[in-house]
């Protein structure tokens, strides 16, 4: 038999799932939409003379990749799929669609091997990506690692930035209960302060965040942006540390009266 002839037949024999997802509008207006996926994997499919039918392929919409692959909806379906032992090859576009967390690539990694499934990313910095060779599966890891590393230095530059403007009172986040924004500073809103103040003392006194909450919704003391108060509120509120830096400002003359 030909070589040719060969392949055609060994690729003939594969059975094909893909796996496409999305965490967020922004990301299909950036060119990941499900249907652009889809596409691709459908065009690579073809070209290998791979097998892949519409149930075959699996879509997790609004889903974040933080969540493990076997844990999402559409994942736990594919893994049903897989466990039926006649498919031979996962097919996705990027390594982002199906893994965030390194543990979570090794250990999915080392379970399609264990069912003879083979990993085929249609791009990483335009080649194709495959864990069918020792080579592809160590490639693999790197890159999942190198993904990790630099998404947790991204991490340690943004804290590192907040705890900053934190420190400069700078604003670092949205409307905050008891601060105001003057120009490009936050500066203390003393009459919500004094109302942060007596929810301590009323949860000091032994009064729940849920009747705390009951009775500023009573008195209409309303939330930063108008809202009600909710116990969850109320207790992220009492705890919030910034408002520890009250102290680095001049109290008004009413305060402590």
Known sequence: ????????????????VSYSRVSST???????????????IRASSVAQGWSLSEEDSFVDEGVSAGTPLWSRPAGRRMLERLKQGD???????????????????????????????????????????DTKSAMGRFFLTV???????????ISERVKNSVRYLKSEFKPFTGSIFGWDRVGDDLVPNWIEQSEIILMRDLYDGGVSAY????????????GKL????????????????????????????????
């Open 87 to 129: 498919v031979t090859h996962i097919v996705a576009v990027t390594m982002d669609r199906l893994f965030r967390d390194v543990r979570d690539l090794l250990t999915t990694i080392d379970e399609l091997r264990g069912r003879d499934v083979h990993l085929h990313l249609l791009d990483y910095n335009g080649a194709a990506l």
């Open 26 to 40: 922004r990301q299909v207006e950036e060119g990941f939409s499900i249907d652009s996926q889809i596409k691709r």
């Open 211 to 222: 009747q705390i909450a009951e009775k500023f919704n009573e008195w209409e003391i309303k």
């Open 143 to 153: 890159v999942g690692g190198i993904a990790e590393l630099e998404r947790g230095q």
């Open 226 to 257: 108008g809202g009600k108060w909710r116990s969850s509120t109320v207790l992220r509120t009492i705890n919030y540390e910034f408002h520890k830096e009250i102290d680095k400002f001049p109290k008004p003359d009413w305060w402590g009266h």
């Open 1 to 16: 038999m030909k070589i040719n002839e060969l392949l055609l037949n060994q690729a003939n024999d594969s059975v094909v």
